[in-house]
């Protein structure tokens, strides 16, 4: 098979988290049911589009729809679509072209100035049962997977390889050669943690990266970290509260946590992993508390720390701590953008939303002061 038009197209933008796993929680719900579902995937975009590769709604035969493709745009139509998809039991690939003034006349009048390939396809068999239990092992997992997804070809009417985070791979695809490339381009993806599109010959195909959800962990059970850890949970976050006081690390002050830990903070438990995959915010509101915190976690990988509190009395805490430079450059303090929180809500929009830009690498500045495309690979 040759390989000369092999181009690949980077996507490096961190999915919805919390839309996948509402996907999956709903299909789980209906699958023994004697509802069709259809599974829509944003697979391909030129231009500008609200949503990038990977947006997902999952559909019901009732009229059930979950997750989003755009703005809500499309979403009608797409329905439209996905019923004949169910009836048929036959995937379809359908283009939404948004660049010129056209598409006001049929309808959606969606002036993105982008196309929008959507794959659709019918999750009625074992097939779909083995697509939907490979999303939700990905999500459970600390490693990412990698789906492919041929959404378009002349030739290939198995859709998918899955490749799981433990190396193995699952696919239903009879071409060895084919299996193989697709295969080296998951490992690929897996590597650089970016999904791509592809285009090979006559066969298209997106190979996507699964990651598991963001895990933070909050120190400090406090009155303040409960909006922290509700919108953290709406991003689809895995939320980890710690505090020594058994009087607030309590499930029913933090109902939406997954783990609500009771703790002494010399010696956190190791259920608590905290890695390069790990987020933490240190909100205990006591000074010997954080300096205890920060002796123990700040030599450690996290993509990102940050502390509650004036920027003094953070250098004061550093300033008992004999560590290196290097160390002190992921921690953030004090903590949050400067949005003019004041209260626990605002307070809280501000850290989720700093630790958003990091963890995509964007400046967190305002969009009309940035010159490059919103989805640009080019962050900054």
């Known amino acids: 098979m040759s390989l000369l038009s092999l181009l690949p197209v980077p996507y490096s933008l961190l999915p919805n988290m919390k839309e996948l796993q509402d996907i999956i929680t709903t299909y789980n719900k209906l699958k023994n049911s004697r509802e069709t579902i259809a599974l829509a995937t944003v697979v391909k975009v030129a231009g500008s589009t609200y949503r990038r590769p990977g947006a997902r709604m999952l559909m019901t035969s009732k009229g059930e729809m979950v997750g989003s493709l755009s703005g809500g745009c499309l979403e009608g139509d797409v329905f439209e679509q996905a019923q004949e998809v169910m009836n048929s039991k036959k995937s379809r690939l359908v283009s939404?072209?948004?660049?010129?003034?056209?598409?006001?006349l049929w309808g959606l009048g969606m002036g993105c100035q982008g196309i929008v390939d959507i794959f659709i396809e019918p999750l009625f068999d074992e097939s779909g049962k083995i697509l939907m239990s490979f999303l939700a092992e990905c999500l459970q997992n600390r490693q990412p997977g990698v789906l492919v997804t041929i959404f378009e070809s002349q030739s290939i009417e198995n859709h998918h390889l899955m490749l799981s985070p433990d190396g193995n791979f699952t696919t239903h695809i009879?071409?060895?050669s084919l299996v193989q490339l697709l295969l080296n381009h998951g490992k690929n993806a897996k590597r650089l943690g970016k999904s791509f599109h592809i285009s090979i010959n006559n066969i298209e195909a997106l190979i996507e990266v699964i990651h598991p959800p963001l895990s933070l962990v909050i120190f400090g059970a406090g009155?303040?970290?409960?909006?922290?850890?509700?919108f953290a949970k709406q991003l689809g976050w895995s939320v980890?509260?710690?505090?020594?006081?058994?009087?607030?690390a309590t499930s029913s002050r933090f109902p939406e946590a997954d783990a609500v830990i009771i703790s002494e903070y010399e010696k956190l438990p190791k259920t608590v992993i905290l890695d390069e995959k790990t987020v933490a915010v240190i909100m205990t509101h006591n000074y010997l508390y954080d300096l205890t915190i920060l002796k123990t976690i700040l030599p450690l990988p996290l993509r990102y720390l940050g502390i509650l509190g004036p920027r003094r009395r953070t250098e004061k805490l550093l300033g008992e701590i004999p560590i290196d430079d290097q160390?002190?450059?992921?921690?953030y303090a004090p903590v949050g953008l400067d949005i003019g929180a004041d209260n626990p809500q605002e307070i809280a929009l501000a850290i989720i939303a700093e630790i958003q830009a990091v963890i995509t690498n964007r400046s967190a500045g305002f969009l009309r002061h940035r010159h490059q495309p919103i989805h640009s690979e080019n962050n900054g």
């Open 96 to 104: 939404y072209d948004t660049t010129s003034e056209a598409d006001i």
């Open 174 to 176: 009879t071409d060895d």
């Open 240 to 248: 980890t509260v710690l505090d020594r006081r058994s009087a607030y």
């Open 223 to 230: 009155h303040d970290a409960i909006p922290i850890v509700y």
């Open 327 to 331: 160390y002190k450059k992921r921690l």
